[in-house]
């Protein structure tokens, strides 16, 4: 497990703080629920943002093995899929952070678990907005 060391922001202590929370008005999840997306502010701080920003320049410079595959194209500076798994910096993001608290509340439910993520930089080197999901829309009768 690559471990950068990061302090984490508002004085966590790894694996002992628990989970922040961060809650979602109602209004914000039946937009999400009706739109498909919604945009919610300040979930994460300027502390979080540069802990992100300093585990991803880390992860750049000190790349895991995974990413090579990825990066071979040279349309990313880097990009790995599932870097929690392999990078403390980013699995305290996901365990410390309101993130679980926030995807919960979206999705009206006690807990939810991160099991996939994706970490891209600098991604747009030609590459125009696109989805490569082409399987959807699923609905609850599809199920």
Known sequence: LQDPGLPLPHGITQD???PEKFTLTEEQIRTYEEDGVVHIKNVFDDEWVDYLRKATGRQVDEPHFWAFAGTASKLYDYIQRNIWQTNRAFASFYYHSAMGHVLSQIG?????????????VNPNKGFKWHQDNQNGPITWEEG
């Open 108 to 120: 009206r439910t006690d807990e939810i678990r991160v099991s996939t993520d994706l970490l891209m």
């Open 16 to 18: 002992v703080t628990l």
